[in-house]
T-cell receptor, first 115, second 114 residues
């Protein structure tokens, strides 16, 4: 069975500082990995994905994520946090044998950027 | 706006009543997904359509739940005899018919059963 863990319920960072939101995963085959952001009472917005290729993936709003196969991690990063980045972030994973309906989401990490 | 559209945004209903939600996917997308999200959790998969065919249903989709996508465009999710435990955000998403694709989500319908 596949799973995804977001070990931090909340991450606090000062505006202008770099931010990292952690994600680790477990799948039986090759992983397809996704990050989404959710603002209050809104749906999920796609940020970026890793399917294959370069381990460093760049996405929307200046976010990037690094795929680390040996550590089974896919941490989300941004060099300089904005107050507007404050939201709930979800990591998601599936293996390469099924379609998107097989994606498993983490429980989310609340990012609070402090002015 | 060419994104995924869900209606209504909010629904309050009395226990035992039936409710129906609508999802209009991105027009180029063949695949459509329904999810349920409760507080403090990520979205949980309910069901999936490819065009008009419902190809997969989660164990979460009890007999009181039914989903349709009659013409391969919009979809409806109906909950019969609602229970308080059905209170949640119901999310719809759509994607291209490709294995490496991501899905794009609507803003959700928040259901409150009183």
């Amino acid at each position: 069975a596949q799973s995804v863990a977001q070990p931090e319920d909340q991450v606090n960072v000062a505006e202008g500082n770099p931010l990292t939101v952690k994600c680790t995963y477990s799948v039986s085959g090759n992983p397809y990995l996704f990050w989404y952001v959710q603002y209050p009472n809104r749906g999920l917005q796609f940020l970026l994905k890793y399917i294959t290729g370069d381990n460093l993936v760049k996405g929307s709003y200046g976010f990037e994520a690094e795929f680390n196969k040996s550590q089974t991690s896919f941490h989300l990063k941004k060099p300089s946090a904005l107050v507007s980045d404050s939201a709930l972030y979800f990591c998601a994973v599936r293996d390469d044998s099924g379609g998107y309906q097989k994606v498993t989401f983490g429980t989310g990490t609340k990012l609070q950027v402090i002015p | 706006d060419t994104g995924v559209s869900q209606n209504p945004r909010h629904k309050i209903t009395k226990r035992g009543q039936n409710v129906t939600f609508r999802c209009d996917p991105i027009s180029e997308h063949n695949r459509l997904y329904w999810y349920r999200q409760t507080l403090g959790q990520g979205p949980e998969f309910l069901t999936y359509f490819q065009n008009e065919a419902q190809l997969e249903k989660s164990r979460l989709l009890s007999d009181r739940f039914s989903a349709e996508r009659p013409k391969g465009s919009f979809s409806t999710l109906e909950i019969q005899r609602t229970e308080q435990g059905d209170s949640a955000m119901y999310l719809c998403a759509s994607s291209f018919d490709r294995e490496d694709t991501e899905a794009f989500f609507g803003q959700g319908t928040r259901l409150t059963v009183v």
